[in-house]
């Protein structure tokens, strides 16, 4: 399969590309600078450019383009930073692929989203089903969403990849809090009632790769394990696997000053299961949080 994959430099997209190319896949990167090497095509998507020919020849596209939600704090320029990487290359792609004649168009664009579509649920289950939430990020996701609308009009097959927290000791929610922990001075972060939807890297890679495949698999998908978990629970398992006390509650002042950006995730909570995925009969590696996190630190 040739696929063409936006948003391939950053930690997700990196290690997507990495275990498609060692399942035999030819992955061509999107970049926004000059094409390095003949793996990479140069495009402009806050112009909305894209050669129209590198589409052609795509079995598929992978979009997880955007600006790093934790990479800073959040003042206005910065939201609409997030906001438009988003949006500018998700309707660049999508408009480009309905451009085409149909027998050239590829056969599925995969889309990253975000659980913050659900906006803060409190206690309330979500699933796939349920309507977008209020608030800043799901504003955000539902614009993103929408912006694939001209493909899915075109007839290709979209999947909307709704992630949660990814488990991993380089990257995300994790990384911020592992000197802490390892100091003795983790613990529960403003309060720890709120519900984190979470999903070990190696599942999360797995479920990409599995929705790339499945023709019968279209429109939203949670791509979370099998259960949410308190912060309050994530903090003693955390502790537990590092061996350390997880005892001190953590303050929203200080949440902001340790996560950045990702405090205003940290403190919303999304009780958001997977509907879609165990229906296509999806095995999770890693179906509990304490496997996840082992998987975590030590992988």
């Excluded at 190319?21 to 003949?38: D, F, M, Y």
Aim: charged fraction near 20%.
């Amino acid at each position: 399969m040739r696929i063409l994959a936006a948003g391939a430099s950053g930690f997700l997209g990196s290690r997507l590309v990495d275990r498609l190319r060692a399942e035999g896949h030819e992955v061509v990167q999107l970049v926004r600078r000059p094409a390095a090497h003949a793996s990479q095509v140069q495009w402009d998507p806050a112009a909305g450019q894209l050669d129209p020919s590198v589409l052609a020849s795509t079995d598929a596209v992978v979009n997880l383009a955007g600006a790093g939600v934790g990479d800073r704090r959040w003042n206005d320029r910065y939201r609409e930073l997030l906001r438009t990487s988003r949006v500018d290359t998700t309707r660049t792609l999508a408009e480009s692929i309905a451009a085409l004649p149909a027998a050239d168009r590829p056969g599925v664009l995969l889309n990253a989203s975000a659980i913050g579509w659900y906006g803060d649920t409190g206690d309330r289950v979500v699933t796939e089903e349920s309507p977008a939430g209020e608030g800043f990020l799901a504003d955000m996701c539902r614009v993103w969403e929408a912006a694939t609308g001209p493909a899915e009009n075109a007839g290709v097959r979209v999947v909307r990849l709704r992630t949660g927290y990814v488990l991993h000791r380089d990257a995300g929610f994790l990384k911020p809090q592992l000197l802490p922990f390892r100091l003795g001075i983790g613990g529960p972060l403003a309060g720890g009632r709120q519900w984190m939807p979470w999903i070990s890297l190696a599942d999360w890679l797995a479920a990409v790769e599995l929705l790339l495949a499945r023709d019968d698999v279209a429109g939203s998908v949670n791509v979370v394990g099998p259960e949410p978990v308190t912060n309050a629970e994530f903090t003693r398992e955390l502790g537990a696997a590092l061996h350390r006390p997880a005892v001190l509650p953590v303050p929203s002042f200080a949440l902001r000053i340790l996560l950045g950006g990702l405090a205003v995730e940290a403190l919303t909570s999304a009780r958001v299961r997977p509907g879609v995925l165990p229906r296509t009969g999806f095995t999770y590696q890693h179906p509990d949080l304490r496997s996840a996190l082992h998987a975590a630190l030590h992988t």
